[in-house]
Structures are given as structure tokens and as C-alpha cells.
């Protein structure tokens, strides 16, 4: 097989207005069983994803709030890669009235209409944190988390590569996990600069995508992209995520 595991974003690729239709688990469920891993991979705090997504078990593992927390299914248990912005950092933001503001094990997420004030707070406490953007949301962390370093942390304990994974997604802060994949693939309704940095653009949005992707996946269709994206696209955030 050229490619062994698939991750997979959740909002706007997966999941419809919050939800996975049963075609798309059917989907998910057949690639499971032909041996393949299956990782998911969002924004979004992992509570809530536990509580609207029931078949969260059908993953390998599951890496959450944009690559700073990473859970496995399997024995329920959940790893922090990387620290909780100070308590101080997070009074300043309600000081400032930031709304909505939500605070979850380490991402604190908002509107992108707060980015401005979240920015200056950011640079007035000097810490090192970053501004991701998704769609229209914005989530901080710290400066070099994102679902590429998730990934690998998830793929090291598969003891597989980035070169045996297809990844995709919809959203900016899906990209870092588009490029650095073997495959990276973008559902069709992403945004244009997702599709630029991916590999294949599915005629499919979302779930459906998601159903059309499987199917290439199992009968071994997906295309060969070594030299599809310009090498200047590939992920060059971080040195130490490459392609191994």
C-alpha cells in the first residue's frame, strides 16, 4: 500500500454544521479495515469533540486544539505538547472584554474580528505565542504549534512517516498538515489557498470529499505527487517537521 493512514480535518471537511454523516463513518470505517491508520485532526478542544462526535473510537489517534493536545482513543488517555499560556495572559484578555474568548486545555480561541486586540496583547506581554487563523476564527498558541507538529507526534507513535500519509482539510491553519503529507489533499470547497498547497483538490466538498478520498485511497488511485507542488510550497515552518 503507498499510502497507510489518512488524517483528517474535522469542521467543514468531516463534519457538516458540527456533524459526521453515517456515509462518511461507513467510509471511514471501510478504510480502518483495510489496515490503514486513521487520524483526526482539529481545532477544536477536545471535550467538545468527545461530546459531539460519538465515533471518535474509529481513530488511531486523535490530535486536538490545533496540534497542542494529543488523545488516544483507545485507553482515553491525553498527552500536552505544549503549555498553557500564563493565568495573567488570560486575565488581560478578559480585561479587555475579548468576546467570545474561550480557554481550553491550551488553545484560547475567539473571533477574527478580536485578532487586532489579540495581537497587541500578545505583543505587550512579550510572550512567545502566534495568532492562527481558520476561516473566521482565530485561535493563539504557542509560536510553532500546529497540526504538522500534532501529526508527528501522532505519526511517531504509529511508527509511520509523513511520506505513507494523505492528509486533508478546508481551513488556513489545515495547511501545515496539507504540505508536509505525502499527499495533501483539499476538499472541494476550501479555501483557494488550501487548494494551492495541496496536491489534489476532490471534486467533493466535505463529508462527501471525504467518501470520494476513501475510495481512491482503497483502490490505490490517489495521485502520485512527489513532483506535483513546486518545492517552494512545501511546509518550511519548522525545521523539524520535514518529510522523512
Known sequence: MRYLALAADYDGTLASGGVVAGAVVDALERLKASGR?????????????????????????????????????????????????????????????????????????????????????????????????????????????????????????????????????????????????GCGVAVAGALELVKRAADVVLSADAGEGVIELVDLILSERVKETESVRPESNRFSGNEEIERT
Open 37 to 181: 491508520k486513521l487520524l483526526l485532526v482539529t481545532g477544536r478542544e477536545l471535550d467538545e469533540l468527545v461530546e459531539i462526535f460519538p465515533r471518535i473510537d474509529l481513530f488511531d489517534r486523535v490530535v486536538a486544539e490545533n496540534g497542542a493536545v494529543l488523545y488516544r482513543p483507545q485507553g482515553r488517555s491525553e498527552e500536552y505538547l505544549a503549555g498553557r499560556p500564563p493565568e495573567e495572559f488570560l486575565d488581560e484578555l478578559r480585561r479587555r472584554n475579548v468576546s467570545p474568548l474561550t480557554i481550553g486545555r491550551v488553545i484560547i480561541s475567539s473571533s477574527a474580528d478580536e485578532a487586532p486586540r489579540l495581537a497587541d496583547a500578545i505583543r505587550r506581554s512579550g510572550l512567545n505565542l502566534e495568532i492562527v487563523f481558520n476561516k473566521n476564527s482565530v485561535m493563539i498558541l504557542p509560536r510553532g504549534i500546529n497540526k504538522a507538529t500534532g501529526l508527528r507526534a501522532a505519526l511517531d507513535e504509529l511508527k509511520l512517516t509523513f511520506r505513507e500519509l494523505v492528509a486533508v482539510g478546508d481551513g488556513e491553519n489545515d495547511i501545515p498538515m496539507i504540505k508536509v503529507a
